[in-house]
């Protein structure tokens, strides 16, 4: 019994070699933003402890042995036997160590023609609409069959939608190449059904595609044009109202909520800046409720929703020394507070670069929960971001401060106001009220497909979706991991 349980040593040993060396991704890890999977280093270390100890024990107990019974068949079929009884027990031990994994289920085929490029998503219930400048594509979160698929139309490219579904509908624009987004689409998400159709004056000086440029709440479709800001009947398209910005003036973002538009609005006398400001709306009547002043005193640069309810924007003047900030607001407009982009102790990193990015629906590494903003950060210097922190949306202070444990690449809203973190190729669950960040599954097969500013989506079951802008070859347009 004793040479089988030196043997057993020995067999934990080969366990711990393979299971420790194979879970390294692309044979090679280490350092702040590639670290080594969860329970690799003390597994390689086991390995090699065992290695010693168990050649050691299996020699002296084999000596003994042969000593007392002369041969060489038992101690070597008590050796094997301790070894293959060491494997079962050596797998436990590196699950334990390694913690819960997700592996590769599907990947949806490659993006084709090679010209095209995600710009924006829709999570569904049971499906994924992923809208390319080619038009839309809806799949199966089961299996990733695709359900439907809706061209563009001719020669025009996806460059606007909303940021939400009402009702089963969601609103896209499409736009010709040097020419502004002005053909507007109703579409039925679950049949792939255009349901109408409306030309519209664009607006001029936006590259598509763009985010905030048409919304979806309340039964009415918002769309931005030149001047003024457009409504549609949601199921019909048939247009409601039509509001008039004044001269000189031209809407750059809208938000659409619980029966509320917002709009932030640009001002020009000639080619001089005039002022910045926000606009609500009634967003069934289009009525004029009130007209607020934003604090700016040069044009915009960079104007994102990031929250609908409670409202909050993030604002960056082209001036360097202007606002780079995100500003809160409350059901009356009145500014409530703001919190820098760029502080003493870290930035925030709310997007990534604009060509890595869904461009006309972004995926934010950023999210606003009650009255705090979680968003990615970095340390002065970096330019990936390893840790998320949480900032009072009133007071605009940090109010804690969580390291992730690898470069963050998506955050999203989970059930239950926690937040889900993608860093490192963990999933993490984040409690947005005390920065708590704890530990979940680790991708163990899949991470090498995963876009840097892909959008991470709940499935079922434990089950997750990654959505990649790129899905032309370098990465897939859609990968889902389970456990």
């Not at 000596?63 to 070597?76: C, I, M, N, V």
């Not at 993608?422 to 669950?429: N, Y």
């Not at 009220?433 to 704890?438: I, Q, S, V």
Request: glycine share 12%; charged share 20%; hydrophobic share 40%.
């Amino acid at each position: 019994m004793l040479v089988a349980a030196a043997g057993l040593v020995v067999g934990l040993a080969v366990a711990f070699h393979w299971f420790g060396w194979t879970s390294i991704p692309g044979n090679a890890c280490g350092g702040r933003f590639s670290p080594c999977p969860e329970g690799t280093t003390p597994t390689i270390l086991l390995a090699f402890l065992c290695t010693f100890a168990g050649v050691g024990l299996v020699n002296w107990r084999v000596a003994e042995l042969t000593r007392a019974r002369p041969g060489k068949a038992l101690p070597a079929v008590l050796v094997v036997t301790g070894m293959v009884l060491a494997l079962w027990p050596g797998w436990l031990a590196y699950a334990w160590m390694r913690g819960p994994v997700l592996d590769r289920a599907w990947d949806a085929p490659v993006d084709r023609p090679s010209t095209v490029k995600g710009v924006g998503n829709w999570a569904l219930d049971s499906a994924v609409v992923r809208a390319r400048t080619d038009g839309l594509t809806s799949y199966d979160l089961a299996d990733g069959d695709e359900h439907w698929s809706l061209d563009a139309p001719v020669r025009g490219s996806a460059c606007a939608m909303s940021d939400t579904v009402v009702d089963g509908i969601g609103v896209i624009a499409f736009g010709r190449e040097d020419e502004p987004c002005d053909t507007v689409w109703g579409v039925d998400t679950t049949s792939g059904r255009k349901l109408w159709e409306r030309k519209i004056k664009g607006g001029t000086g936006f590259g598509p595609p763009t985010d905030g440029r048409v919304a979806a709440d309340n039964g009415v479709a918002v769309a931005l044009e030149d001047t003024a800001v457009r409504g549609f009947a949601l199921r019909a398209g048939v247009p409601r109202w039509k509001r008039d910005l004044g001269e000189g003036c031209s809407p750059v973002v809208a938000s659409a909520a619980a029966g509320r538009t917002r709009v932030v609005v640009q001002c020009m006398s000639g080619s001089a800046f005039r002022s910045l400001e926000l606009v609500s709306l009634d967003t069934a009547t289009g009525t004029h409720m009130r007209r607020t002043a934003l604090p700016a005193e040069s044009r915009w640069e960079t104007v994102m929703v990031l929250s609908a309810r409670p409202f909050a924007l993030w604002l960056k003047e082209k001036d360097d020394r202007g606002t780079d900030a995100v500003l809160a607001f409350d059901d009356r407009d009145r500014l409530r507070g703001s919190v820098k982009v760029s502080g003493r102790e870290e930035d925030l990193r709310m997007t990534v670069d604009t060509a890595q990015g869904f461009d006309a629906r972004p995926a934010l590494r950023a999210a606003v929960v009650g009255d705090v903003l979680v968003t990615a950060v970095t340390k002065p210097g970096e330019a990936v971001p390893g840790a998320v922190s949480g900032y009072g949306l009133g007071s605009g202070r940090r109010l804690w401060h969580a390291g992730t444990g690898g470069p963050v690449t998506a955050l999203t809203r989970l059930p239950g106001n926690r937040l889900a973190v993608l860093a490192g190729g963990r999933i993490g669950s984040l409690d947005p009220r005390t920065g708590h960040l704890a530990e979940g599954p680790l991708i163990r097969e899949g991470t090498d497909d995963v876009a840097e500013a892909a959008q991470l989506v709940p499935g079922r079951d434990g089950d997750w979706l990654l959505v990649n802008p790129d899905g032309t070859g370098v990465t897939p347009p859609l990968l889902r991991v389970s456990r």
